[in-house]
């Protein structure tokens, strides 16, 4: 099982899957780096802000955070989505905020007892440093900068899938949606999957929302049983949905799934649903 999981890092490290390796159109956009104390390091961010913002100066919007979201990684494909979306009045306008990598695999994963886990990195382990520049660095930047409402998701993929996940069971309050595609539900024993029923009956009044999908070619089933945890567990204010997609792969769920879910996540008001 290991030499399978290595083995698909090796891919995606060669081949670029998930990922731009070449420039692909997107929308307008403002680029700026913010010095994190978090991380000991600037960090590049790519804000898209939806047709009409500059010319409504009263009018606040929702914030869609994305990891893996540099302009050669997959803030390209999720910003041209979003954009169309709300152009063609399917998606409510929000406010698209991508965090560039510099080491992904440091950011998105938490601390590991596994010895084949702290194999596909150098650097491991640093998703609470990551979620510390989100929540005290990042957004207080961007509720200073844009006109934001209190209202925010993120989406992600694979190992930002498991940070999203991370986040939810540490830090439920930080989004209200979330957006987890095949998620690496493996990392560390498949602690997320492990802890999960003790997190959600330790938070009773949780009001969030979840969407979580699974591809065809993911090398275990760890998310179908944390669906089961879920199904078990979770309080009433958690709206969430588990859809495995065995039709799709791990290197197309994102780009496959995102119209789809970000549009019910951000469905106009008359037809507002839950992914």
Known sequence: MWCVRLFLFAVVLVSGVGHATEAEPMPPHATFLLPSKALREQRRINVYTPPGYAAAKGVRYPVLYMPDGGEQEDFPHVATTVDTAIRAGEMRPVILVGIENTERRRDMTGPTQVEQDKK??????????????????????????????????????????LFIMETLFLQPGMFGTSIALSPSLWWNNEEWVRKAGERLKA???????????????????????????????????????????????????YRSLEAKVLREAFAPASTKAVP
């Open 203 to 253: 938070k009773p009044d949780l009001k969030a929302t979840l969407y979580m999908a699974s591809a065809g070619d993911d090398v275990a089933a760890e998310a179908g049983r944390l669906s089961e945890v879920f199904r078990a567990n979770a309080p009433a204010g958690l709206k969430w949905k588990y859809e495995p997609q065995p039709d799709l792969r791990h290197a197309n769920i």
């Open 120 to 161: 596909i990195a150098p650097r491991v382990g640093g998703s609470a440093a990551f979620r510390a520049f989100l929540r005290d660095e990042l957004m207080p930047h961007l509720r200073r900068k844009y006109r934001v409402t209190d209202e925010t998701a993120i989406i992600g993929e694979s190992l930002a899938g």
